[in-house]
């Protein structure tokens, strides 16, 4: 992706042999009766391809983050090519694609979108722009998780309390009363197309938010939360350092709106860590499973993220605080190989 270098002679050569060679088995697939052709535009003459074609929309940055070299050298090896989706012409007249993946935002992109997936049902979408609305709204993100009640032999699974504010800061510290929230109370946005957060210590601070916002009851939970990544029915749990537990002491002592820009990333990766093994043990694997089957069918995505973390002292009591779509897959191990065994079930399953 990006602009390309300079080609060498031998490259150019290589680059003329392996076209050949694609050449020469696309003829034969043709001549067994294998099916139809399928047609990249490159430099404005057509030429087939074969394999399965994913036309990807996504933001400039989450092309570099999510199509990473290894990424697309595992996928042309299994067959499978990503061909970026040409923004300035009518989505109908690309392609042909066998899967639309896509991250942007906006209601002409979703208005083509959804057009698309009515003229063209033989086309897998990832995702379905209604659904991905749905999580990024944080005021109904969790209401399938809290609908759901899950609760079995290996734990159970809750949302914290929380509360909408839509407009008047002054407001906040009597809805906060009304609703019988406990302080500290963690701040984020409305729309979840920001990681910053707030936590806030005391009533009077409250004033001091930005509407819209939800605000969260925060639930020590030992400064560790897992990032459950969910890719199809695969699913691959990594932990994360988190906000610092808040002792009684500490919420009688403190003061004000403390902001950060974003809690977990990569690089606060919490997997060799030297952690209390009750802090660090990761939720049962049939929770998880049991979770994120009946979340898929709930939310309708197949592509997404659940932050979850255990309340602190407890061994089977957790939450989920956060529900991305299409998360930064290029942190997760192992994504190259999860994730085109994924394009490659959802071909073999049409």
Known sequence: MGGEAYKTAEEVA????????????????????????????????????????????????????????KLEGLARNKGIFFVAIDHTRPLSDQGPFDIVLHKLSGKEWRRVLEDYRLTHPEVTVLDPPDAIQHVYNRQSMLEDVADLNLSDAYGKVGVPRQLVIKKDPSSIPEAVDRAGLNLPLVAKPLVAKSHELSLAYDQYSLKKLEPPLVLQEFINHGGVLFKVYIVGEA?????????????????????????????????????????????????????????????????????????????????DKYYVIDINYFPGYGKMPEYEHIFTDFILSLVRSK
């Open 14 to 69: 290589k680059e003329e042999e392996e076209m050949e060679e694609e050449r020469r088995s696309e003829e034969e697939m043709v001549a067994a009766g294998g099916g139809h052709k399928k047609y990249s535009v490159v430099g404005g003459f057509p030429h087939p391809v074969k394999g399965v074609v994913v036309g990807y929309a996504l933001t400039s940055k989450k092309t570099k983050s999510f199509l990473q070299p």
């Open 235 to 315: 699913i691959k749990v990594v932990r994360r350092f988190s906000l610092p537990d808040v002792s009684k002491r500490e919420l009688s002592k403190n003061a004000g709106v403390f902001r950060f820009p974003r809690v977990s990333c990569a690089a606060a990766t919490a997997d060799e860590a030297d952690l209390d093994p009750s802090i660090a043990e990761l939720p049962p694997r049939p929770l998880l499973e049991r979770l994120a089957r009946e979340l898929r069918r709930r939310l309708g995505l197949r592509l997404f993220n659940l932050d979850i973390i255990r309340e602190h002292g407890s061994r």
